[in-house]
């Protein structure tokens, strides 16, 4: 129950407009914040308080500006006679929370609508900064009703105050396409600012301002400073610039030592990622450039660019193969390739045709940037299982069993990539059907027959397996003897690893004492 309400009962009254309007001059604080709140609630239906309102405008208290600012808002044109003190309230030093003062006075001033037109042009030329900024603010909120400012607001675009342009920039632009031919003659003047701000005024319209093209061009001359090419280039793929010519300014002002340019020309060919077809061409070639610099910057970009860059993912696995031995170099591709997404995979794996398995560990390369794919990558790892070439399909088979019991769905290719003819292929699918979390009672008949294989390669990765499931009490007893007769192997690796899995028995098999005698022996 509000405070008001409490007051209207002991008033034994029903609070109405001229009521609440009186409640304002209470001397309760809280009395007058309720009495502001309720009023706020009745809209239009308030405009009888106005004047109580408007004088509360200037209430010490914080709570009552805000709700009687917000009351007037509501009551909307009816609130005229508001505008002048409005307008003064603009500039916020008395109080506290100056940016949200000032943007709730805007739209106070804003809601009113035509009639606040002609005096928040006025207002443009006050002698206070905070003023000229909350008018402009003003008009801004008023966008395309507040055509007539368009004049007034294209001179404060070389205010001298920073504020003061910066919002006069936004609400030009927010008047939208009618701006636009005050915008391109601004850029034909000699005053600097007035053009960055007009620039920036433009890009921020977008397509509608299209028609500036020919002056915004012309500013990208040696004739501007680094700061306006800067803002031109950012406007120019703001506006739909035809791609074709914009792309090479862009690429051009990608090599600027100038940082704003730089980043301006970054920032432009980011958003042309949807023209990819047209930006990939270029930025590949980059990346045989002699220059490292441009080779980085490019991968960065494709890279940022996401799946709509794969096409370039055949250079810049090309690039990574080329700068291995630099590692700082290779990893801006390699950060390129992760950017662009599990699409890459087939021509990472590609980059596997002269590999050698033994150098398929996680930390090669292909497999960390495969891996950082996670499950994405899965579809193109299984298919991958069937490749003719031997490192991809060892590769396939290692990146599937790093993704654990999220690919259980690929077990069935593994368990065929179990009955390939080479032996690293049958150890890598073997290890990865466990680390899928394959259940031992199928994984049985494959370590079986695996820790009797011809090739030790094989027999390893079945000792290894068997020691991963030691947890498994029916699995260990079913898998003892297998060990047992393990440790007789002429390869070293599985004897060992035999060895370990029966140490961590609890009660190791009788047979196991004399070949491990023999063992220590």
Same mark, same amino acid.
């Given at each position: 129950?509000?405070?008001?309400?409490?007051?209207?009962?002991?008033?034994?009254?029903?609070?109405?407009?001229?009521?609440?309007?009186?409640?304002?001059?209470?001397?309760?604080?809280?009395?007058?914040?309720?009495?502001?709140?309720?009023?706020?609630?009745?809209?239009?239906?308030?405009?009888?308080?106005?004047?109580?309102?408007?004088?509360?405008?200037?209430?010490?208290?914080?709570?009552?500006?805000?709700?009687?600012?917000?009351?007037?808002?509501?009551?909307?044109?009816?609130?005229?006679?508001?505008?002048?003190?409005?307008?003064?309230?603009?500039?916020?030093?008395?109080?506290?929370?100056?940016?949200?003062?000032?943007?709730?006075?805007?739209?106070?001033?804003?809601?009113?609508?035509?009639?606040?037109?002609?005096? $928040?042009? @006025? #207002? !443009?030329? *006050? +002698?206070?900064? /905070?003023? &000229?900024?909350? =008018?402009?603010? %003003?008009?801004?909120?008023?966008?395309?009703?507040?055509?007539?400012?368009?004049?007034? $607001?294209? @001179? #404060? !675009?070389? *205010? +001298?105050?920073? /504020?003061? &342009?910066?919002? =006069?920039?936004? %609400?030009?632009?927010?008047?939208?396409?009618?701006?636009?031919?005050?915008?391109?003659?601004?850029?034909?003047?000699?005053?600097?600012?007035?053009?960055?701000?007009?620039?920036? =005024?433009?890009?921020?319209?977008?397509?509608?301002?299209?028609?500036?093209?020919?002056?915004?061009?012309?500013?990208?001359?040696?004739?501007?400073?680094?700061?306006?090419?800067?803002?031109?280039?950012?406007?120019?793929?703001?506006?739909?610039?035809?791609?074709?010519?914009?792309?090479?300014?862009?690429?051009?002002?990608?090599?600027?030592?100038?940082?704003?340019?730089?980043?301006?020309?970054?920032?432009?060919?980011?958003?042309?990622?949807?023209?990819?077809?047209?930006?990939?061409?270029?930025?590949?070639?980059?990346?045989?450039?002699?220059?490292?610099?441009?080779?980085?910057?490019?991968?960065?970009?494709?890279?940022?660019?996401?799946?709509?860059?794969?096409?370039?993912?055949?250079?810049?696995?090309?690039?990574?193969?080329?700068?291995?031995?630099?590692?700082?170099?290779?990893?801006?591709?390699?950060?390129?390739?992760?950017?662009?997404?599990?699409?890459?995979?087939?021509?990472?794996?590609?980059?596997?045709?002269?590999?050698?398995?033994?150098?398929?560990?996680?930390?090669?390369?292909?497999?960390?940037?495969?891996?950082?794919?996670?499950?994405?990558?899965?579809?193109?790892?299984?298919?991958?299982?069937?490749?003719?070439?031997?490192?991809?399909?060892?590769?396939?088979?290692?990146?599937?069993?790093?993704?654990?019991?999220?690919?259980?769905?690929?077990?069935?290719?593994?368990?065929?990539?179990?009955?390939?003819?080479?032996?690293?292929?049958?150890?890598?699918?073997?290890?990865?059907?466990?680390?899928?979390?394959?259940?031992?009672?199928?994984?049985?008949?494959?370590?079986?027959?695996?820790?009797?294989?011809?090739?030790?390669?094989?027999?390893?990765?079945?000792?290894?397996?068997?020691?991963?499931?030691?947890?498994?009490?029916?699995?260990?007893?079913?898998?003892?003897?297998?060990?047992?007769?393990?440790?007789?192997?002429?390869?070293?690796?599985?004897?060992?690893?035999?060895?370990?899995?029966?140490?961590?028995?609890?009660?190791?098999?009788?047979?196991?004492?004399?070949?491990?005698?023999?063992?220590?022996?």
């Amino acid at each position: 129950v509000g405070l008001w309400t409490s007051y209207a009962s002991a008033q034994e009254t029903e609070p109405n407009p001229r009521q609440l309007a009186e409640a304002l001059g209470n001397s309760n604080e809280d009395v007058r914040r309720d009495a502001a709140y309720q009023l706020g609630r009745l809209g239009p239906a308030e405009a009888p308080a106005l004047e109580e309102l408007t004088r509360a405008l200037r209430d010490s208290d914080d709570q009552v500006w805000a709700f009687s600012v917000s009351a007037i808002a509501k009551i909307g044109p009816a609130a005229e006679a508001a505008i002048p003190d409005l307008i003064e309230g603009l500039d916020p030093d008395r109080r506290r929370y100056e940016e949200q003062i000032r943007h709730r006075t805007a739209f106070a001033l804003s809601r009113i609508g035509a009639a606040a037109l002609d005096p $928040l042009i @006025e #207002a !443009l030329g *006050d +002698g206070d900064d /905070e003023i &000229r900024a909350g =008018a402009a603010l %003003a008009l801004g909120m008023m966008a395309d009703a507040a055509t007539k400012a368009i004049p007034r $607001l294209a @001179e #404060a !675009l070389s *205010d +001298g105050s920073e /504020e003061v &342009r910066g919002e =006069a920039t936004q %609400a030009i632009a927010a008047i939208g396409g009618a701006s636009v031919p005050a915008l391109r003659e601004t850029l034909g003047s000699d005053d600097a600012l007035a053009k960055r701000q007009a620039a920036k =005024a433009l890009g921020l319209i977008g397509a509608p301002a299209r028609p500036a093209e020919p002056e915004l061009v012309g500013l990208l001359d040696g004739g501007s400073s680094q700061e306006i090419r800067a803002v031109v280039l950012d406007t120019l793929s703001r506006i739909s610039f035809d791609s074709e010519r914009l792309v090479p300014l862009l690429l051009e002002a990608l090599d600027a030592p100038d940082e704003a340019v730089h980043t301006a020309a970054l920032n432009g060919l980011l958003r042309l990622r949807d023209d990819a077809e047209k930006l990939i061409p270029e930025l590949e070639r980059r990346l045989t450039s002699g220059e490292p610099a441009q080779r980085q910057r490019a991968a960065d970009i494709l890279g940022r660019m996401g799946s709509r860059a794969v096409a370039a993912a055949p250079a810049l696995v090309s690039a990574v193969r080329r700068e291995e031995g630099d590692g700082r170099s290779a990893a801006v591709y390699i950060s390129s390739l992760k950017g662009i997404g599990p699409e890459c995979t087939p021509f990472i794996l590609d980059a596997l045709a002269e590999a050698k398995p033994v150098e398929l560990g996680a930390e090669y390369w292909v497999m960390e940037t495969i891996e950082s794919y996670g499950i994405r990558a899965l579809p193109y790892l299984t298919e991958a299982i069937g490749s003719d070439r031997l490192p991809v399909r060892v590769a396939a088979n290692t990146a599937i069993g790093s993704l654990g019991g999220s690919a259980k769905g690929s077990r069935s290719q593994l368990i065929s990539a179990w009955e390939d003819e080479e032996p690293v292929v049958r150890a890598a699918a073997l290890l990865a059907l466990q680390a899928t979390g394959m259940e031992t009672d199928s994984l049985f008949p494959l370590v079986r027959s695996g820790i009797a294989d011809e090739s030790a390669i094989v027999r390893r990765a079945t000792a290894t397996v068997i020691g991963a499931a030691t947890d498994d009490d029916s699995f260990v007893e079913r898998t003892a003897p297998l060990m047992v007769g393990a440790l007789s192997d002429e390869d070293p690796q599985v004897v060992v690893a035999a060895a370990e899995v029966i140490a961590r028995l609890e009660s190791p098999p009788e047979a196991a004492v004399e070949p491990l005698i023999v063992c220590l022996g």
